[in-house]
T-cell receptor, first 115, second 115 residues
C-alpha cells in the first residue's frame, strides 16, 4: 500500500530561522511527488511537482528536493506569511497512466512562523 | 471571483437528512473531484469525474453520490447524513496532462457538521 508520512506534525519557527519539512514515501515506483500549501479555512494551493531523484524546484523562500525515499521542503529565512499547513502527495507508477485521481496525500505539517 | 466555487461554505444538519454540496468552476477543466479532509487523516478522494458522462468512485465513496450536471458543475450528495460524515469537503479541478503535474485547483471548502 502506498504511504506518505510527513514530519514533524507541527513546527514553530522564529522569523528568519530556516528549517526543513520532511515527506517520506513508500510507493511501488514513484511517478511524481507534489507539494501543496494550505492556509486556514482555505483549499490547498499547488506549489511544486518533482518527478525524479535529484530534482529541485524553488519558489521564493521555498525549495523542494527529492531523493528515492523522501522529499524535503526547505524554508529559508521564513516570514510570518509562510505560516500554513504544507501537504505532500505522491502518485505511484503502478497506479497506471492516470492523473490526479491517483494522488495519495500525507497528513501535513503545520508551520507557524512567529515575528 | 474564485475559479472553483463551493456552496454552502458551512452547513449544520441532523442525522438522516439529505444534503447536497455544490461545486462550480470557471477554469474550463474537464476533470473534477470531491475530497474529504479530517483532522489527522489528510485528504481522501470520494468521487471524481473526467467528463459529464464519466463518474468514478474514489477511496471512500460509501454513503455518498455525485452528479455531473455540466462540464462546470459537480455536486456531492449525502443521501442520509450520519455524524461521522462531519468533515471539511473540498471540490477540485485539474486539466489533463502527461506526465501528470499533480496540479489540483481547490475550492475554499464546505464545512459540514452532522448532529
Amino acid at each position: 500500500e502506498d504511504q506518505v508520512t510527513q514530519s514533524p506534525e507541527a513546527l514553530r519557527l522564529q522569523e528568519g530561522e530556516s528549517s526543513s519539512l520532511n515527506c517520506s514515501y513508500t510507493v511501488s515506483g514513484l511517478r511524481g511527488l507534489f507539494w501543496y500549501r494550505q492556509d486556514p479555512g482555505k483549499g490547498p494551493e499547488f506549489l511544486f511537482t518533482l518527478y525524479s531523484a535529484g530534482e529541485e524546484k524553488e519558489k521564493e523562500r521555498l525549495k523542494a528536493t527529492l531523493t528515492k525515499k523522501e522529499s524535503f521542503l526547505h524554508i529559508t529565512a521564513p516570514k510570518p506569511e509562510d505560516s500554513a499547513t504544507y501537504l505532500c502527495a505522491v502518485q505511484a507508477y503502478l497506479s497506471g497512466w492516470g492523473g490526479s485521481e491517483k494522488l495519495v496525500f500525507g497528513k501535513g505539517t503545520k508551520l507557524t512562523v512567529n515575528p | 471571483d474564485a475559479d472553483v466555487t463551493q456552496t454552502p461554505r458551512n452547513r449544520i444538519t441532523k442525522t438522516g437528512k439529505r444534503i447536497m454540496l455544490e461545486c462550480s468552476q470557471t477554469k474550463g477543466h474537464d476533470r473534477m473531484y470531491w475530497y474529504r479532509q479530517d483532522p489527522g487523516l489528510g485528504l481522501r478522494l470520494i468521487y471524481y469525474s473526467f467528463d459529464v458522462k464519466d463518474i468514478n468512485k474514489g477511496e471512500i465513496s460509501d454513503g455518498y453520490s455525485v452528479s455531473r450536471q455540466a462540464q462546470a458543475k459537480f455536486s456531492l450528495s449525502l443521501e442520509s447524513a450520519i455524524p461521522n460524515q462531519t468533515a471539511l469537503y473540498f471540490c477540485a479541478t485539474s486539466r489533463l496532462a502527461d506526465p501528470n503535474t499533480g496540479e489540483l485547483f481547490f475550492g475554499e471548502g464546505s464545512r459540514l457538521t452532522v448532529l
